[in-house]
């Protein structure tokens, strides 16, 4: 079983910044991409960025050059640097990890999410 647990959500001003970290815990073989979606009251969850083993990111153009997803595959954990943010921004980010089995199978776990709340 694999675990993940997200950790850095909070209230930040508009044009704020925060860094979301999430770790993923258990019986890992091997992680392929790790990311970070997002949910806002009434709409569908929605990918914020998504980086793959080989360091390659991937976002959205609404967070394009504000935030920033990292990984330490040493921590088997993810971050996400979300600068000039903006109240549309707020949301419950969820934390996502796609894993390999010694088998090659492929899986997905999420975290619980963490709030981000960007208000004045």
């Known amino acids: 079983q694999v675990q993940v647990a997200e950790s850095g959500g909070g209230l930040v001003q508009p044009g704020g910044s925060l860094r979301l970290s999430c770790a993923a815990s258990?019986?890992?073989?091997?992680?392929?991409?790790m990311g970070w979606y997002r949910q806002a009251p009434g709409k569908e969850r929605e990918l914020v960025a998504l980086?793959?083993?080989?360091?390659?990111?991937t976002y959205p153009d609404s967070v394009k050059g504000r935030f920033t997803i990292s990984r330490d595959n040493a921590k088997s954990t993810v971050y996400l640097q979300m600068n000039s943010l903006k109240p549309e921004d707020t949301a419950v980010y969820y934390c996502?990890?796609?894993?390999?089995?010694?088998?090659?199978?492929?899986?997905?776990?999420w975290g619980q999410g963490t709030q981000v709340t960007v208000s004045s």
């Open positions: 258990g019986s890992i073989f091997s992680i392929n991409a």
């Open positions: 996502s990890v796609h894993t390999v089995s010694r088998a090659g199978f492929g899986y997905a776990y």
């Open positions: 980086i793959t083993n080989s360091a390659i990111a």
